[in-house]
């Protein structure tokens, strides 16, 4: 069940802990959700999807899940945390870091992003050529460096290029904002 996407499911059984799984509490449910589904608050998260992925729940452990979501919903109205507020509060901070360093670029005029975004690119074209090109090394150990460098310099990539373009996150927060409108323009 590769594709199987357990925080959707979450969603499904119990809302409050998948709204606060997207968000600043998830630790929190993921410590709850631990708890109901393990018996172990202090599992991983992996451990808790892998268990949820696995299509192996039990009816008792999914009544679990409702009763862990029923006392983490109350124990947050008892903090008076709103966790929707929260998980929207996060994300609008995330937004503002993005215009903030965008708004920076614009007024400074700097053009090291550039630089970075230009280095980034040629040094993945680079280890990419390696990879198709140039034998590996025997060497595990030394493969598995080339592998690790491969990797971080595909991140930074990304992040440079959701850096200039937007990120997936950016466009939800748009679709999200359009959605709204339209409800309300439809009332």
Do not use: C
């Amino acid at each position: 069940m590769a594709d199987f996407d357990w925080r959707k499911f979450v969603s499904g059984v119990a809302p409050a802990l998948g709204t606060a799984l997207g968000g600043p509490l998830a630790g929190a449910a993921i410590k709850v959700l631990a708890g109901a589904v393990l018996g172990d608050e202090n599992a991983s998260e992996a451990d808790v999807a892998a268990a949820i992925s696995s299509g192996q729940l039990t009816g008792e452990q999914i009544v679990s899940i409702k009763a862990a979501e029923q006392a983490f919903a109350v124990r947050m109205r008892e903090l008076d945390i709103d966790v929707e507020k929260l998980n929207q509060a996060a994300d609008e901070a995330v937004m503002r870091d993005v215009q903030d360093a965008r708004a920076r670029q614009t007024a400074t005029k700097d053009w090291m992003p550039q630089v970075i975004f230009f280095m980034l690119a040629a040094a993945w074209a680079g280890t990419l050529a390696l990879f198709y090109f140039a034998p590996l090394p025997v060497d595990e150990f030394l493969r598995a460096l080339i592998v690790r460098a491969y990797a971080t310099v595909e991140t930074g990539l990304t992040g440079a290029i959701a850096y200039f373009i937007g990120s997936s996150r950016g466009s939800k927060a748009s679709g999200d904002a359009v959605r709204k409108i339209a409800e309300q323009a439809g009332r």
